[in-house]
């Protein structure tokens, strides 16, 4: 069992940055890919970014696109979203999640194909 905590959410103006991190507990992050999701408040959980499990492939998410970076550090078992330009609509909670599929590339956007989660962080970008 993998348990996944996130840090670095908060409140930020428009057009500021924040930068996210998730660190699995107990385990290493390095066997698992890596992606983040969002949920806005009465809406879905949506895909933002996914990283491979080396690091070296990466998605996202159109509405992301240029403004967020997903990455991982190995020496310090860490998944990173670094992200810049943020604009209202950013303003959800954000959960890491990590999975072992490797697969049809349509699949990688969908929650359903990780297999833990962490708990959330709240991010507010106010305008």
């Known amino acids: 069992q993998v348990q996944l905590v996130e840090s670095g959410g908060g409140l930020v103006q428009a057009g500021g940055s924040l930068r996210l991190s998730c660190a699995p507990s107990g385990r290493t992050f390095s066997s698992y890919a890596a992606a983040w999701f969002r949920q806005p408040s009465g809406k879905e959980r949506a895909f933002v970014a996914r990283?491979?499990?080396?690091?070296?492939?990466?998605y996202y998410a159109d509405s992301v696109k240029g403004r967020f970076t997903i990455s991982r550090d190995s020496a310090k078992n860490t998944v990173y979203l670094q992200m810049n330009s943020l604009k209202p609509e950013d303003t959800a909670v954000y959960y890491c999640?990590?999975?072992?599929?490797?697969?049809?590339?349509?699949?990688?956007?969908?929650?359903?194909?990780?297999?833990?989660w962490g708990q959330g962080t709240q991010v507010t970008v106010s305008s």
């Open positions: 999640a990590a999975g072992s599929y490797v697969g049809t590339v349509s699949n990688y956007y969908k929650a359903d194909f990780y297999d833990y």
């Open positions: 990283i491979s499990r080396g690091g070296i492939v990466t």
